[in-house]
Protein backbone atom coordinates (compact mmCIF):
# COMPACT_ATOMS: atom_id res chain seq x y z
CA UNK A 1 0.00 0.00 0.00
CA UNK A 2 1.16 3.24 -1.20
CA UNK A 3 0.23 6.98 0.44
CA UNK A 4 0.89 9.99 -1.56
CA UNK A 5 1.21 13.20 0.20
CA UNK A 6 1.25 16.56 -1.95
CA UNK A 7 1.57 19.57 -0.95
CA UNK A 8 2.75 23.36 -2.68
CA UNK A 9 5.49 25.61 -2.12
CA UNK A 10 4.03 28.67 -1.96
CA UNK A 11 5.79 31.69 -0.71
CA UNK A 12 4.36 32.56 2.27
CA UNK A 13 6.26 35.70 4.24
CA UNK A 14 8.22 35.71 6.09
CA UNK A 15 9.58 32.52 5.35
CA UNK A 16 7.93 30.12 3.37
CA UNK A 17 6.87 26.34 3.59
CA UNK A 18 4.57 23.67 2.41
CA UNK A 19 0.75 24.69 1.89
CA UNK A 20 -2.12 24.08 0.43
CA UNK A 21 -4.67 26.00 1.75
CA UNK A 22 -3.32 29.88 1.94
CA UNK A 23 -3.74 31.39 -1.09
CA UNK A 24 -0.82 32.71 -2.95
CA UNK A 25 -0.74 36.65 -3.76
CA UNK A 26 0.84 38.28 -6.50
CA UNK A 27 2.48 41.72 -7.65
CA UNK A 28 0.17 43.34 -10.35
CA UNK A 29 -0.12 45.89 -12.50
CA UNK A 30 -3.67 47.39 -13.15
CA UNK A 31 -3.81 50.17 -15.78
CA UNK A 32 -7.59 51.63 -17.36
CA UNK A 33 -6.25 54.10 -20.40
CA UNK A 34 -9.13 57.44 -21.23
CA UNK A 35 -9.30 59.38 -24.22
CA UNK A 36 -9.45 62.66 -23.36
CA UNK A 37 -12.94 62.78 -23.41
CA UNK A 38 -13.26 59.95 -20.76
CA UNK A 39 -13.75 57.18 -22.66
CA UNK A 40 -12.42 53.59 -22.52
CA UNK A 41 -9.79 52.78 -25.13
CA UNK A 42 -9.65 49.65 -23.84
CA UNK A 43 -13.28 48.72 -24.92
CA UNK A 44 -13.39 48.00 -28.46
CA UNK A 45 -17.59 48.78 -28.59
CA UNK A 46 -15.81 52.44 -28.41
CA UNK A 47 -14.48 54.80 -31.08
CA UNK A 48 -10.93 54.91 -31.12
CA UNK A 49 -10.17 52.18 -28.59
CA UNK A 50 -7.42 49.86 -28.97
CA UNK A 51 -7.63 45.78 -29.10
CA UNK A 52 -5.31 43.42 -27.37
CA UNK A 53 -3.83 42.74 -30.83
CA UNK A 54 -3.21 46.91 -31.17
CA UNK A 55 -1.50 47.18 -28.17
CA UNK A 56 2.32 46.32 -27.22
CA UNK A 57 3.81 46.05 -23.82
CA UNK A 58 7.91 45.33 -23.90
CA UNK A 59 11.32 46.83 -22.17
CA UNK A 60 14.57 46.27 -23.93
CA UNK A 61 16.94 44.60 -22.23
CA UNK A 62 20.93 44.92 -21.27
CA UNK A 63 21.74 43.97 -25.30
CA UNK A 64 19.11 46.17 -26.73
CA UNK A 65 16.85 43.60 -27.87
CA UNK A 66 12.90 44.45 -27.53
CA UNK A 67 11.36 42.10 -25.06
CA UNK A 68 7.71 41.70 -24.58
CA UNK A 69 5.60 41.94 -21.35
CA UNK A 70 2.79 39.30 -21.49
CA UNK A 71 -0.72 41.21 -20.70
CA UNK A 72 -4.29 40.36 -20.54
CA UNK A 73 -7.15 43.18 -20.83
CA UNK A 74 -9.57 42.67 -18.17
CA UNK A 75 -13.15 43.25 -17.99
CA UNK A 76 -15.55 45.92 -16.68
CA UNK A 77 -16.92 44.47 -13.65
CA UNK A 78 -19.38 44.94 -10.35
CA UNK A 79 -19.49 43.46 -7.62
CA UNK A 80 -22.06 44.08 -4.71
CA UNK A 81 -22.75 48.27 -5.24
CA UNK A 82 -19.50 48.93 -6.88
CA UNK A 83 -18.99 49.00 -10.22
CA UNK A 84 -15.71 49.94 -12.08
CA UNK A 85 -17.37 50.99 -15.81
CA UNK A 86 -13.22 50.72 -17.51
CA UNK A 87 -11.19 47.92 -19.46
CA UNK A 88 -7.95 47.06 -17.53
CA UNK A 89 -4.57 45.96 -19.30
CA UNK A 90 -3.23 43.94 -16.79
CA UNK A 91 0.05 42.45 -16.43
CA UNK A 92 1.81 40.26 -13.37
CA UNK A 93 4.88 39.92 -14.93
CA UNK A 94 5.70 43.76 -15.52
CA UNK A 95 5.37 44.47 -12.19
CA UNK A 96 7.07 41.30 -11.26
CA UNK A 97 10.10 42.36 -13.69
CA UNK A 98 9.88 45.86 -11.83
CA UNK A 99 10.59 43.83 -8.60
CA UNK A 100 14.03 42.73 -9.93
CA UNK A 101 14.86 46.18 -11.11
CA UNK A 102 14.05 46.29 -14.36
CA UNK A 103 11.73 49.62 -14.42
CA UNK A 104 11.26 50.87 -18.06
CA UNK A 105 9.02 49.75 -20.20
CA UNK A 106 7.26 50.93 -23.48
CA UNK A 107 3.31 51.01 -23.99
CA UNK A 108 2.40 51.10 -27.81
CA UNK A 109 -1.13 51.91 -28.84
CA UNK A 110 -1.65 51.23 -32.29
CA UNK A 111 -0.05 53.81 -34.51
CA UNK A 112 0.62 56.53 -31.76
CA UNK A 113 4.51 56.62 -30.26
CA UNK A 114 4.82 54.42 -27.74
CA UNK A 115 4.92 55.81 -24.12
CA UNK A 116 7.78 54.95 -21.96
CA UNK A 117 6.38 53.83 -18.64
CA UNK A 118 8.12 53.72 -14.62
CA UNK A 119 6.90 51.49 -12.44
CA UNK A 120 7.93 51.88 -8.54
CA UNK A 121 7.18 48.71 -6.37
CA UNK A 122 6.99 48.37 -2.93
CA UNK A 123 7.06 45.04 -1.86
CA UNK A 124 4.12 43.36 -3.99
CA UNK A 125 2.30 47.17 -4.50
CA UNK A 126 2.62 49.10 -7.54
CA UNK A 127 3.52 52.22 -6.27
CA UNK A 128 4.17 54.44 -8.43
CA UNK A 129 3.56 55.32 -12.11
CA UNK A 130 4.87 57.19 -14.56
CA UNK A 131 4.32 58.20 -18.46
CA UNK A 132 6.29 60.00 -20.29
CA UNK A 133 7.82 61.17 -16.91
CA UNK A 134 4.50 62.33 -15.79
CA UNK A 135 2.81 60.49 -12.97
CA UNK A 136 -0.22 58.16 -13.42
CA UNK A 137 -2.84 58.86 -10.18
CA UNK A 138 -4.28 55.79 -9.41
CA UNK A 139 -8.00 55.67 -9.53
CA UNK A 140 -10.38 57.88 -7.28
CA UNK A 141 -13.87 56.74 -7.96
CA UNK A 142 -14.54 53.96 -5.70
CA UNK A 143 -15.08 53.50 -1.95
CA UNK A 144 -12.32 54.36 0.48
CA UNK A 145 -12.73 50.41 1.61
CA UNK A 146 -12.25 48.99 -1.92
CA UNK A 147 -8.28 48.39 -1.81
CA UNK A 148 -8.65 47.06 -5.82
CA UNK A 149 -10.46 49.65 -7.69
CA UNK A 150 -7.76 51.74 -6.00
CA UNK A 151 -4.60 49.68 -7.10
CA UNK A 152 -5.71 50.92 -10.53
CA UNK A 153 -3.94 53.41 -12.41
CA UNK A 154 -6.04 55.62 -15.23
CA UNK A 155 -4.11 56.95 -18.13
CA UNK A 156 -5.83 59.70 -19.80
CA UNK A 157 -4.29 60.13 -23.13
Known amino acids: MFIVG????????????????????????????KGSNGSDLLNVTNTGAY????IQLYFIDKSGTVQPVEFQ??????????????????????????????????LKLGDRQPLELNLKMNGLKAERLLANQIEVPLDTSAPNDDVYIKSIFSLKL
Open 73 to 106: IRQAFSYGTTTYAFNQLFSSRMASLAQININTFF
Open 6 to 33: IGCKKTIDPGGGPCACSPTIESYLSLSI
Open 51 to 54: SKDQ
